[in-house]
């Protein structure tokens, strides 16, 4: 079996991983980047509905807090555009019951971006070589040799598709799904293997809707869109239109956890079902409707990730260390972050940080 050498091996498609391939294509330094998926993004996922991109994934942004990310949108040429918040919104009881209640504006205030946040992707994509990114290449094995890496793809306990050898591995993605999923030779230590498991993958646990209509018929009722349920199947749902134009939708989290999830035609009945409740008869019968449920993805949660995660994890490299190996695999993805771990900020952060110690 051949090997092939490069100087930088990416370990993922995400956008952690991609900005590292751009940044590295502006220094001329090699790379190749390995996707286990078939498509690019990790967690950016934007189906298209008339021309619009409805965010599965990370939807919004906020400029005013994550300088690097709005730079770059700029930098790149998109636009981004406020998130409808005008009018009252609604709040369901435990009981079922729906109270009409004041409206919630961000602060800072938030946005999205035009053609959804795969437009990040799409557009870093054109900077660098596509024949560097090879799809549907998981990363199984990681052994450290005496000029870097030697890196197999493939599945574990079975011969490898194909191997690479490289000076310097960018791990970007979670240490979560890395430290559950890639064979490391030699071992590594008993402290940062726990660390990488204990750092939770943001959004690993979650499911997600869009539900796109002819008509912003909430908007009509002089609703914002915005609702919270403790009740559920959704705790969580925001205005997920197109901007200042259709197609109209609506968005949002589901509340129930990972576990329970396991039956998604009978969960999509009852999310409409809730969505009439809360917003009127129109709203259970959609023109289109995407669901995602991360939990479900190998390639992005783990057996850890089942558990709900309440609140925003302090993220930072795992046991302190942005790198091991004397430096041969670099820790990027945005959990890995010092500041804004979790959000697209962070992955731009993380990102940096590992290529500049190429």
Same mark, same amino acid.
């Given at each position: 079996m051949s090997i092939q050498t490069c100087d930088t091996l990416i370990v993922g498609g995400g956008l952690s991983g991609i900005y590292a391939a751009c940044l590295l294509t502006q220094k001329k330094v090699s790379f190749i980047v390995l996707e286990a998926r078939e498509r690019i993004g990790g967690r950016i996922l934007c189906p298209e509905h008339h021309g619009f991109y409805a965010d599965l994934g990370p939807s919004w942004y906020w400029p005013s807090i994550h300088p690097k990310l709005a730079q770059l949108i700029q930098t790149l040429g998109l636009e981004g555009f406020r998130e409808f918040e005008e009018g009252l919104g609604r709040f369901q009881r435990f009981d079922g019951a729906v109270q009409t209640v004041r409206g919630y504006a961000t602060d800072p205030p938030s946005f999205r971006l035009c053609g959804g946040m795969a437009a990040l992707i799409k557009t870093l994509c054109r900077r660098i070589d596509g024949n560097a990114i090879l799809l549907n290449h998981p990363v199984c094995h990681i052994e450290k040799i005496s000029s870097g890496a030697l890196v197999s793809v493939g599945q574990l306990e079975k011969d490898p598709w194909v191997q690479f050898r490289a000076?310097?591995?960018?791990?970007?993605?979670?240490?979560?799904?890395?430290?559950?999923?890639?064979? #490391? &030779?030699?071992?590594?230590?008993?402290?940062?293997?726990?660390?990488?498991?204990?750092?939770?993958?943001?959004? /690993? @646990?979650? !499911?997600?809707?869009?539900?796109?209509?002819?008509?912003?018929?909430?908007?009509?009722?002089?609703?914002?869109?915005?609702?919270?349920?403790?009740?559920?199947?959704?705790?969580?749902?925001?205005?997920?239109?197109?901007?200042?134009?259709?197609?109209?939708?609506?968005?949002?989290?589901?509340?129930?956890?990972?576990?329970?999830?396991?039956?998604?035609?009978?969960?999509?009945?009852?999310?409409?079902?809730?969505?009439?409740?809360?917003?009127?008869?129109?709203?259970?019968?959609?023109?289109?409707?995407?669901?995602?449920?991360?939990?479900?993805?190998? #390639? &992005?949660?783990?057996?850890?990730?089942?558990?709900?995660?309440?609140?925003?994890?302090?993220?930072?490299?795992? /046991? @302190?260390? !942005?790198?091991?190996?004397?430096?041969?695999?670099?820790?990027?993805?945005?959990?890995?972050a010092m500041q804004h771990g979790g959000y697209l900020e962070g992955a731009l952060v993380a990102a940096e940080r590992a290529a500049m110690a190429i």
């Amino acid at each position: 079996m051949s090997i092939q050498t490069c100087d930088t091996l990416i370990v993922g498609g995400g956008l952690s991983g991609i900005y590292a391939a751009c940044l590295l294509t502006q220094k001329k330094v090699s790379f190749i980047v390995l996707e286990a998926r078939e498509r690019i993004g990790g967690r950016i996922l934007c189906p298209e509905h008339h021309g619009f991109y409805a965010d599965l994934g990370p939807s919004w942004y906020w400029p005013s807090i994550h300088p690097k990310l709005a730079q770059l949108i700029q930098t790149l040429g998109l636009e981004g555009f406020r998130e409808f918040e005008e009018g009252l919104g609604r709040f369901q009881r435990f009981d079922g019951a729906v109270q009409t209640v004041r409206g919630y504006a961000t602060d800072p205030p938030s946005f999205r971006l035009c053609g959804g946040m795969a437009a990040l992707i799409k557009t870093l994509c054109r900077r660098i070589d596509g024949n560097a990114i090879l799809l549907n290449h998981p990363v199984c094995h990681i052994e450290k040799i005496s000029s870097g890496a030697l890196v197999s793809v493939g599945q574990l306990e079975k011969d490898p598709w194909v191997q690479f050898r490289a000076r310097h591995v960018i791990l970007a993605l979670p240490p979560r799904l890395a430290a559950a999923t890639i064979l #490391f &030779t030699p071992e590594l230590s008993y402290g940062l293997t726990q660390a990488m498991l204990k750092i939770g993958t943001w959004m /690993a @646990g979650q !499911a997600k809707f869009s539900a796109f209509y002819e008509e912003p018929f909430w908007r009509q009722m002089g609703l914002s869109g915005q609702a919270f349920s403790e009740r559920g199947p959704l705790s969580e749902i925001h205005d997920g239109s197109n901007n200042g134009a259709g197609p109209y939708g609506l968005t949002g989290f589901v509340g129930i956890p990972a576990v329970q999830r396991n039956q998604e035609p009978r969960l999509t009945e009852a999310i409409l079902a809730q969505l009439a409740l809360i917003f009127g008869r129109p709203a259970a019968q959609p023109t289109a409707f995407f669901y995602q449920d991360w939990a479900r993805e190998p #390639f &992005t949660a783990t057996e850890f990730d089942q558990p709900p995660m309440y609140e925003h994890p302090l993220y930072h490299p795992p /046991a @302190g260390k !942005a790198a091991i190996w004397d430096g041969t695999i670099l820790f990027a993805g945005t959990e890995t972050a010092m500041q804004h771990g979790g959000y697209l900020e962070g992955a731009l952060v993380a990102a940096e940080r590992a290529a500049m110690a190429i």
